[in-house]
T-cell receptor, first 112, second 117 residues
Framework: AQSVTQLGSHVSVSEGALVLLRCNYS??????LFWYVQYPNQGLQLLLK??????LVKGINGFEAEFKKSETSFHLTKPSAHMSDAAEYFC??????????FGQGTRLTINP | SAVISQKPSRDICQRGTSLTIQCQVD?????MFWYRQQPGQSLTLIAT?????????ESGFVIDKFPISRPNLTFSTLTVSNMSPEDSSIYLC??????????????FGQGTRLTVV
């Protein structure tokens, strides 16, 4: 079955450190992958999207993700974490034309 | 882009009662989506609501439990019927807008946090 798996339900980094949130997809997943962020008590906001145009995708708030077919991965990174990055992050793929299927989510905590 | 307003933002309800959640979009959209986010878990699609037709429910969700209305292109409601504590979740409305800087993009309401006691 098609799916995305987020490794690590909780990631904690220091302010200014590299952020790495892992997402692996099943090999049959179509080439539309997304990262969403959910701040406390808010809905989801799109960070970035892979549509097979370029393997390195730059998103908002300094985040980027690289699509690696050989590793079936789409990990999210940010060079320097900020306190405002503390949130829940979801990897997702598009199933069919319009159905989004989400990973389990990773809660990112930033330590001062 | 799209601005989505959900009401109520949160509620505490007695078991056995029903709650209707409203979703208003600031532009006309063909499809609206309802998701459930159980505590500490990811989002699961409940159903897709098209204007003028029956909603399409995902496996594990039925119309009797989650009736949906879609009277026009900017509005939808989701009712959680005969509630039990297991229905305690965040319910989110979503729409997809074509075009924009990232092509098709999904926009989400802020969610309705439901607690059933």
């Amino acid at each position: 079955a098609q799916s995305v798996t987020q490794l690590g339900s909780h990631v904690s980094v220091s302010e200014g450190a590299l952020v790495l949130l892992r997402c692996n997809y099943s090999s049959s997943v179509p080439p539309y992958l997304f990262w969403y962020v959910q701040y406390p008590n808010q809905g989801l906001q799109l960070l970035l999207k892979y549509t097979s145009a370029a393997t390195l995708v730059k998103g908002i708030n300094g985040f980027e993700a690289e699509f690696k077919k050989s590793e079936t991965s789409f990990h999210l990174t940010k060079p320097s974490a900020h306190m405002s990055d503390a949130a829940e992050y979801f990897c997702a793929f598009l199933q069919g034309a319009q159905k989004l299927v989400f990973g389990q989510g990773t809660r990112l905590t930033i330590n001062p | 882009s799209a601005v989505i307003s959900q009401k109520p933002s949160r509620d505490i309800c007695q078991r056995g009662t029903s709650l209707t959640i409203q979703c208003q979009v600031d532009s006309q959209v063909t499809m609206m989506f309802w998701y459930r986010q159980q505590p500490g878990q990811s989002l699961t699609l409940i159903a897709t609501a098209n204007q003028g037709s029956e909603a399409t429910y995902e496996s594990g969700f039925v119309i009797d439990k989650f009736p949906i209305s879609r009277p026009n292109l900017t509005f939808s409601t989701l009712t959680v019927s005969n509630m039990s504590p297991e229905d305690s979740s965040i319910y989110l409305c979503s729409v997809e807008i074509l075009g924009g800087p990232v092509g098709t993009e999904a926009f989400f309401g802020q969610g309705t946090r439901l607690t059933v006691v």
